[in-house]
């Protein structure tokens, strides 16, 4: 009655409080307010309280007219006579340390089938009633399939339950019901209300998320009987625990169901706060079953929550790393076990195929190498200049003096293939050093036949993918042959198919210079354009001078190589082999680790023209395998980062940040507020763990009367967000203790407490009221009938879907949207 009528001014909210009168505390009542107190215990005539409730003015009345709130003649006599017996205060009943008692003994043990219905039939006794017999077979089961299930039975699924007249067949059929797999899906749906699940964001445009696997892990969750505790804690900090599995990380999920928003032009800051107080006020009412989101713009009126604890509460939630604005993207993959298994395959399959191309191209080279001892640090080298009458030495390879070509190679990008090495089709002059792209113009001349005609051909294998590119020019003797040419870029994927530029040029002397200009990147880019080659073609129909060939970089001469080779675009760096690259290749391919053989193949991959067949069965392959991975699910998962700031928001006003800083922290007045002995920053493990203690007086009595709730239609408590001083007193708060210690102590077995609610006599009892117990207990809050009580609306969809066959049973996967 005080909380109701008195505490909205005279309550724990100091700021708002009247005449500096405080009522929900024995001290407040009774101090001196100037020679006279509001409540003097044991003389109701020496207390103002008394005084004001019973005046007839106005003026003077209390609660004020103006209120909307008017105390009856009755309570009047009550709080009369609490004065003259004491006036006595006492924590609120929610509040108190949870309490077991024995239960009590019953005159009719006929009625009792266990300890819950001790309970339920000393108040029925008490008020004179008896309880109703019990439920017909039919209907006993139509209500465990509803309750446990969440749909009507058909009519064969009940007929062997009905025709059994054995011992123990009830709760073998109830056993039957708690491991059927809808079970889980039945209480999944009740939790999933509680924690606001949805797969749209909610806000704006209500886009879709990805959440259906927390929805498949709560379903688990009830099915395998995992203990509350454990629920508790991987919900509100799974990634937080050492190590956590892929299960954990998903429960952790719990923390991104809120609303969020992708409007554009929302404020960040202000949605942030929006994202707080939403948490606080979930965690609060399910877990707790207590209104602290009353406390976010001042203390709360009727329950000891302040301001400071809503706000300390918000900041163990501080750590999540979020979007305030804008997209909240999938951060976390979930493959099923065979999409591991075929991913596995694929992956296998693909590297073998990448071995097997490796090898076929790095054959030559490798055996070339090994045959005349060269120890050249990994690099190929490059092409050699054998034009005059020097022999050159490469480590111990002798390249003999000849005007027709090479007998050897080396090249520093990519090994060429099995007889590049001994053509005679390559001659250069005054090599520059280097081959590829270089930063700046690569120059060549072309020995030709004067005034003939000739075709110019720069053939490019470009990359995949785009947004990154390079683009250059071809000059020739000063003029424009090709220009601007554009190569997309990304590592490690380049198409099969090579692009020709083509240009007609006219020679007027016998030899044409060629100038590769590179232009400016339209972006960075870390990309690899293949040059395949630059052939020039006599257009008077006489063989080509030159078969496809890569050109390095000379002053005059010819080079020939029949090899495709990398030519890295690159700023300010030699292009040559990475490190990394080098030292794998000193490694004998037998000995290679598999880091080392990812290394080389990401490096030479795609490069070999003899293993084209084996590219293509590889890219199907990588097809296949990109088509598995897009199929794969994703889920909105918690990641910590460093915690944000938390202000104590005066009046919840976002933008005013004169408010106090906070740390995570418990509300002060409740149990073990202490979270951690090492004094540092407590995080949402801590949370979870304190809410999980077995002194924690509001846990387990706000899970027990939920699910009284769900299996007798009302609550022993009615409000069950709200244990607090706006909430109902239990009917039965005895029993609401025993029920609470019964979970705790049976480590907090979800199934156990389901089980003794749909196993005892109350619950069995028929539905059908009579006039007495109309006239007695209306509201059937004593229990001596069962409720009767609308399904809910996912109940009313799968009965009629169930009923015409239509029901899809299949359970998990992605979900569908109905609108």
């Given amino acids: 009655m005080l909380s109701d009528n008195c505490f909205a001014c005279h309550g724990p909210d100091a700021k708002h409080r009247k005449a500096d009168l405080r009522l929900d505390t024995l001290e407040g009542a009774l101090a001196d307010l100037g020679d006279y107190s509001a409540v003097v215990p044991g003389k ?32 009047k006599a009550l709080l009369q006579q609490w004065i003259t017996e004491g006036a006595e205060y006492d924590l609120h009943w929610a509040y108190k340390p949870v309490k ?3 239960p009590p003994k019953a005159e009719d043990e006929s009625f009792v089938i266990n300890d819950v219905d001790r309970f339920v039939l000393r108040r029925i006794e008490a008020a004179g009633l008896t309880p109703s017999k019990q439920a017909d077979r039919v209907t006993l089961a139509r209500r465990l399939y509803y309750d446990l299930l969440g749909m009507p039975p058909l009519p064969g699924e009940i007929e062997s339950f009905v025709n059994d007249r054995s011992a123990g067949a009830y709760e073998k059929f109830v056993e039957q019901l708690l491991n059927d797999p809808r079970y ?21 445009s209500d886009a879709v998320r990805e959440v259906s696997a927390y ?8 099915n395998n009987n995992k203990p509350y505790d454990e629920f508790t804690i991987e919900q509100l900090a799974g990634d937080l625990l050492p190590q956590p599995s892929i299960t954990q990380r998903i429960a952790s999920g719990y923390n991104r169901l809120l609303q969020t928003t992708e409007e554009g032009g929302a404020q960040a800051k202000e949605y942030r706060a929006i994202y707080a107080a939403d948490r606080v006020r979930n965690v609060s009412g399910v877990w707790l079953g207590s209104t ?19 706000y300390s509460m918000a900041a163990f939630f501080a750590d999540i790393k979020e979007t305030a604005v804008g997209r909240q993207k999938p951060n976390f993959k979930i493959p099923t076990e065979s999409q591991n298994s075929e991913i596995a395959t694929l992956r296998e399959q693909i590297r073998d195929g990448q071995f097997v191309e490796f090898d076929a191209a790095n054959g030559y080279a490798r055996t070339f190498r090994s045959a005349n001892g060269l120890d050249l640090e990994g690099n190929f080298a490059y092409l050699v200049n054998l034009g005059g009458t020097d022999s050159i030495k490469i480590g111990n390879a002798v390249f003999a003096s000849s005007t027709k070509g090479v007998e050897g190679f080396v090249c520093n990008l990519k090994p060429g293939t099995g007889n590049a090495g001994n053509h005679p089709e390559a001659e250069l002059k005054n090599l520059l050093g280097t081959h590829g792209w270089a930063d700046g113009p690569v120059s060549m001349s072309l020995k030709i036949k004067p005034k003939n005609r000739y075709k110019l051909q720069l053939i490019i294998r470009e990359p995949k993918g785009g947004g990154h590119h390079r683009n250059f020019s071809v000059n020739i003797d000063g003029r424009s042959a090709v220009d601007n040419l554009l190569v997309n870029a990304r590592p490690d994927s380049y198409n099969a198919e090579s692009l020709v530029y083509t240009a007609e040029v006219k020679a007027s002397n016998d030899t044409m210079n060629v100038v590769l200009i590179p232009g400016d990147s339209a972006g960075e880019t870390d990309g690899v354009p293949v040059v395949n080659a630059l052939t020039l073609e006599d257009l008077t129909g006489q063989e080509p001078l030159a078969k496809p060939a890569y050109f390095a970089a000379f002053t005059e001469g010819q080079a020939k190589w029949e090899a495709e080779t990398l030519a890295k675009l690159v700023k300010k760096e030699d292009p040559k082999l990475p490190g990394n690259v080098i030292e794998a290749i000193k490694v004998p391919l037998a000995k290679r680790s598999a880091a080392q053989r990812s290394t080389l193949l990401s490096h030479y991959f795609a490069m070999a023209p003899a293993t084209a067949d084996l590219r293509k069965q590889v890219d199907e392959l990588r097809k296949r395998l990109s088509s598995v991975e897009k199929s794969i699910k994703t889920m909105l998962v918690t990641e910590t980062e460093k915690p944000r700031m938390i202000r104590i928001l005066p009046r919840g006003d976002w933008m005013d940040d004169s408010g106090e800083e906070v740390l995570p922290a418990v509300p002060a007045f409740l149990p073990k507020t202490k979270l951690r002995e090492d004094n540092a920053r407590a995080n949402r493990l801590d949370l979870a763990k304190w809410i999980m203690d077995s002194e924690n007086p509001l846990t387990s009595r706000a899970y027990v009367n939920r699910m009284w709730k769900l299996f007798f239609g009302a609550g022993l408590s009615s409000r069950l967000d709200d244990l607090g001083g706006q909430g109902e007193p239990p009917t039965h708060p005895e029993l609401l203790d025993w029920l609470a210690t019964e979970f705790s102590k049976n480590n907090w077995d979800m199934k156990h407490i389901v089980r003794l609610l749909v196993t005892s006599g109350a619950y069995r009892q028929a539905s059908v009221s009579n006039e007495k117990l109309d006239e007695v207990d209306a509201g059937n809050r004593l229990y001596s009938r069962q409720s009767r009580y609308r399904v809910d609306a996912e109940m009313v969809r799968d009965a009629a879907l169930r009923i015409s066959g239509l029901l899809v049973e299949q359970s998990g996967g992605f979900s569908a949207k109905p609108y």
Avoid: N
């Fill in 184 to 204: 889980g899906e039945r209480m999944a749906a009740h939790w999933l209300d509680l924690v606001r699940y949805a797969d749209t964001i909610g806000y704006h």
């Fill in 44 to 75: 109701p005539s020496e207390s103002e309280f008394v005084a004001r409730i019973l005046t007839e003015d106005e003026d003077e009345l209390m609660p004020p007219p103006d209120s909307g709130k008017k105390l009856d003649d009755r309570q």
């Fill in 100 to 102: 077991r008692v024995a």
């Fill in 215 to 222: 929805r498949d892990y709560v379903i688990d969750a009830f």
């Fill in 292 to 310: 602290l989101g009353c406390a976010q713009c001042h203390d709360h009126k009727y329950d000891p929550f302040s301001t400071r604890d809503f």
